[in-house]
């Protein structure tokens, strides 16, 4: 039940593509989910956050769908550039977590020029 | 405003010897995590401190441990090594644990090696 399912593992488009990225969970009692991208050597950056509350949300070229009778929610990048190249991690936790993120396994994405 | 920070940036060890990892938070953040990272997989959460509290406890053995100071900078403490416990090891700082929601940022991480 603690467990997130990303998918897919890797991911190759073109530049200016929409790469979709999809995370699955069991635990109703989540009620955060982060993503966060991360370049070789760096830590993870926090890009876009969403809560149950609402479907959807967007900063910038990132959109968060999110599906909670599905107990899914995925990533959108808007007009991929080779930049984006990095891999991606989707996380979940809630206000009982004890601060415990719990993150998917991560996508590594490859945007070519 | 500096970010979260991270001493040594890597560290070379051999099986059985003990180590220690530092981490600054964020200039007004209390709440500090350590997590591991295993190549080519996601953050394992090992500990949350708030309050120079331990607040969470992931699922890793007792010869990992932590404190956090007054200043509210931290140190990991890993005994005993073994060569699985070689990863990148990632402290995150959050404003305050009784937030609803509290976002987590990471610092660049500390690569551990054990031989």
């Known amino acids: 039940q603690q467990q997130v399912k990303q998918s897919p593992q890797s991911l190759i488009v073109q530049k200016g593509g929409i790469p979709i990225i999809n995370c699955a969970y069991e635990n109703t009692a989540f009620d955060y989910f982060p993503w966060y991208q991360q370049f070789p050597g760096k830590g993870p950056a926090l890009l876009i956050a969403?809560?149950?509350?609402?479907s959807e949300k967007k900063e910038g070229r990132f959109t968060i769908s999110f599906n909670k009778s599905a107990k899914q929610f995925s990533l959108h990048i808007m007009d991929s550039q080779p930049g984006d190249s990095a891999t991606y991690f989707c996380?979940?936790?809630?206000?009982?977590?004890?601060?415990?993120?719990?993150f998917g396994q991560g996508t590594e994405l490859s945007v070519k020029p | 405003d500096a970010g979260v920070t991270q001493s040594p940036t890597h560290l070379i060890k051999t099986r059985g010897q003990q180590v220690t990892l530092r981490c600054s938070p964020i200039?007004?953040?209390?709440?500090v995590s350590w997590y591991q990272q295993v190549l080519g997989q996601g953050p394992q959460f090992i500990f949350q401190?708030?309050?120079?509290?331990?607040?969470g406890r992931g699922n890793f053995p007792d010869r990992f441990s932590a404190r956090q100071f007054p200043n509210y900078s931290s140190e990991l403490n890993v005994n005993a090594l073994l060569l699985g416990d070689s990863a990148l090891y990632l402290c995150?700082?959050?404003?305050?644990?009784?937030?609803?929601?509290?976002?987590?940022?990471f610092g660049p991480g500390t690569r551990l090696t054990v031989l």
């Open positions: 200039s007004g953040h209390k709440s």
């Open positions: 401190y708030y309050e120079k509290e331990e607040r």
């Open positions: 995150a700082s959050s404003l305050d644990r009784r937030l609803l929601y509290n976002e987590q940022f």
């Open positions: 996380a979940a936790s809630g206000y009982n977590q004890g601060g415990k993120l719990i």
């Open positions: 969403i809560r149950p509350d609402v």
